[in-house]
């Protein structure tokens, strides 16, 4: 049987994030991306300007229909809310749709590189924590982990190149474990280890048993998509029933060869990365 994934995330024209990362991503790991949008977009909200068509109204009518036609779902993936709203729409849906063994990941979509998104406002961080709390699987980057757990950024980063940097940024978000979440995957933690020439991109996945690393040289800076990208393999892998740190290590892989050609065609940051011709990759 083909596993089934409801994506609920926005549909933006241009960026290659949300929809348009993970449904492709989803189905060339061989699950099904059913997509239930939050929010429709001529492009990402990174560019100067753009048109947004909110879909708050509109989830309350997959709930329905998707409940007539007896949709049965191994997971449940969240990620870039189009209001803050929707949160309790989404724990609507998840009450019908969530089963036992349905894994709700939740991308808590807020912002990057210590800065904020322009969709958040505080009412927007509260309704996303609520979120995070229901989830199994969380897949924030550093500046949303800081966020959701009252951190400084600029205080946790101005000790990225010490040793215990990693066990750091662990203790930090280890609290989240606490709410029934059972695996953290955090995201772009810039770090030189003491066996590293120059820093490196890391990637964490946190459980009650530790934490363990995917790591990646860094080419050129943060583009649109990264983490819609990563987590969507998270996704995917880990309904299939791959560990979590085999499917972090595979989008580790699959980003940094995307990233280099990226960088190489010096693609402007807003447009995303260049991940097409590097899908295969996800195949092995
Ligand atoms: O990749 C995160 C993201 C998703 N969706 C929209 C965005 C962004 C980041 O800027 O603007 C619409």
Redesign the pocket.
């Known amino acids: 049987m083909v596993k089934r994934v409801a994506v609920i995330?926005?549909l933006?024209g241009l960026?290659k994030?949300?929809l348009t990362?993970a449904i492709p991503v989803i189905s060339v790991m061989g699950v099904q991306a059913c997509p239930l949008p939050t929010?429709v977009?001529t492009?990402?909200?990174?560019y100067e300007s753009?048109y947004?068509d909110d879909y708050t109204d509109k989830i309350d009518y997959y709930t329905e229909e998707w409940k007539k036609r007896g949709l049965t779902l191994d997971g449940i993936y969240t990620?870039?809310l189009g209001s803050e709203a929707q949160v309790q729409k989404i724990l609507a849906f998840c009450k019908e749709f969530r089963r036992k063994d349905t894994l709700l990941f939740v991308d808590p979509?807020m912002g990057?590189l210590g800065r904020v998104?322009?969709?958040y406002t505080p009412e927007y961080g509260r309704q996303m924590r609520t979120l995070v709390n229901n989830a199994d699987v969380i897949t924030p980057n550093l500046t949303e982990c800081c966020l959701l757990t009252n951190t400084d950024y600029a205080e946790l980063t101005a000790h990225q190149n010490e040793p215990d940097y990693l066990n750091r940024v662990d203790a930090m978000a280890r609290p989240l474990l606490s709410f029934g979440i059972s695996t953290i995957v955090i995201t772009g933690v810039i770090h030189r280890g003491i066996t590293d020439t120059v820093a490196k991109y890391y990637n964490l996945v946190i459980t009650e048993d530790g934490f363990q690393t995917a790591s990646c040289d860094i080419h050129g800076g943060s583009y649109?998509?990264?983490?819609?990208l990563l987590a969507s393999v998270v996704c995917a892998g880990m309904v299939r029933g791959d560990t979590a740190i085999d499917s972090v290590a595979r989008a580790t892989r699959f980003l940094e060869a995307a990233l280099i050609e990226t960088v190489a065609e010096k693609i402007p940051r807003n447009d995303g990365i260049n991940f097409e011709p590097y899908l295969p990759l996800l195949l092995d």
Do not use: R
């Open positions: 995330n926005d933006s960026g994030c949300s990362a929010a977009l492009n990402q909200t990174g753009y947004c990620g870039y979509v990057d998104y322009a969709i649109s998509g990264t983490g819609d």
